[in-house]
T-cell receptor, first 113, second 113 residues
C-alpha cells in the first residue's frame, strides 16, 4: 500500500533533549511537509521540501531542523531550543509544487515531561 | 463557521440532516481550495477540492461551493451520518509562497443519533 508512515506515534521527552520524528513516503512524491497542530488551532507549517537536498522554512521553523537526503524521507528534529514542543506533528507529501492534495501521515504526538 | 483563532466552532446536526460548514479565506491570490476531515488522533483525510475557475464541485455526498467575491468557501454534507463526526478543515494555497497550503482552525461536526 502506498502512503506516508510516521514514527513513533507517541513520544515522551525530557526538557533539554532533542528528538527526531521520522516520516517516510512511498508515493514517489517530490514535495514533503511538516506541520504542527495544537488544540483549537489549524495546522501550522514548520518546514517543507520541494526536492531532495533542499528545504525551506515555514511559518514556525524556530527550534526545529530537517533534512532531505532521500526523496522518500523527511525527518524532523525538535531541538531543545523549541520553547513549547508538546504538540501533534503531521507529515505530508504532494506530487509537486503545483496546487494539489496533500497526503498526510497519521501523526506523532510529542509530550515534553 | 470557521475562523482562525483559539476557539473551534461546533456544528451539531441530527443524523440524516444536511450539514453546512463554512470557511472564510484571506488571500485573494489563492486559486486552489481543499477540505479535509480529521478524526481524533489521526491525520487529516482529503474530502474534496476546487479550483478558482469553478464555483461548485460535487463528490459523493459532499459539495463544495466557492464564492470568490466574498472569499468564502463552504462544504455541504448530505444525509449526515455518525461517521461524519470529526473536525473539518479548509485550506487555501498561497501561490506567492510556493503554493503552500494555509489551513483554517477547523470546525467540529457532531452528529446526533
Amino acid at each position: 500500500d502506498g502512503g506516508i508512515t510516521q514514527s513513533p506515534k507517541y513520544l515522551f521527552r525530557k526538557e533539554g533533549q532533542n528528538v527526531t520524528l521520522s516520516c517516510e513516503q512511498n508515493l514517489n512524491h517530490d514535495a514533503m511537509y511538516w506541520y504542527r497542530q495544537d488544540p483549537g488551532q489549524g495546522l501550522r507549517l514548520i518546514y517543507y521540501s520541494q526536492i531532495v537536498n533542499d528545504f525551506q522554512k515555514g511559518d514556525i521553523a524556530e527550534g526545529y531542523s530537517v533534512s532531505r537526503e532521500k526523496k522518500e524521507s523527511f525527518p524532523l528534529t525538535v531541538t531543545s531550543a523549541q520553547k513549547n514542543p508538546t504538540a501533534f506533528y503531521l507529515c505530508a507529501s504532494s506530487m509537486g509544487t503545483a496546487p494539489g492534495e496533500l497526503f498526510f501521515g497519521e501523526g506523532s504526538r510529542l509530550t515534553v515531561l | 463557521g470557521e475562523s482562525v483563532g483559539l476557539h473551534l466552532p461546533t456544528l451539531s446536526v441530527q443524523e440524516g440532516d444536511n450539514s453546512i460548514i463554512n470557511c472564510a479565506y484571506s488571500n485573494s491570490a489563492s486559486d486552489y481550495f481543499i477540505w479535509y476531515k480529521q478524526e481524533s488522533g489521526k491525520g487529516p483525510q482529503f474530502i474534496i477540492d476546487i479550483r478558482s475557475n469553478m464555483d461548485k464541485r460535487q463528490g459523493q455526498r459532499v459539495t463544495v461551493l466557492l464564492n470568490k467575491t466574498v472569499k468564502h468557501l463552504s462544504l455541504q454534507i448530505a444525509a449526515t451520518q455518525p461517521g461524519d463526526s470529526a473536525v473539518y478543515f479548509c485550506a487555501e494555497n498561497w501561490p506567492e509562497y510556493g503554493n503552500k497550503l494555509v489551513f483554517g482552525a477547523g470546525t467540529i461536526l457532531r452528529v446526533k443519533s
